[in-house]
């Protein structure tokens, strides 16, 4: 593990935005559904989002 670079301010940039957006539908989701269980999934989804979308371009 030691050996992995660093990630690029654009991955970063795509994953922070990818937890962002998670957490905004799993908010709104748990608040219509009446269900907490929805921010964590949420979470996990926009987390799996941003680290599976195409890496942006440099």
């Known amino acids: 593990m030691a050996d992995r670079e660093p990630l690029s301010p654009a991955r970063r940039r795509q994953l922070i935005v990818g937890i962002i957006v998670g957490a905004l539908v799993g908010v709104g989701v748990s608040l219509w559904t009446g269900f907490w269980l929805w921010l964590p999934a949420g979470l996990v ?10 890496p942006p371009s440099e």
């Open 45 to 54: 989804v926009g987390l799996a989002a941003g680290a599976i979308m195409r």
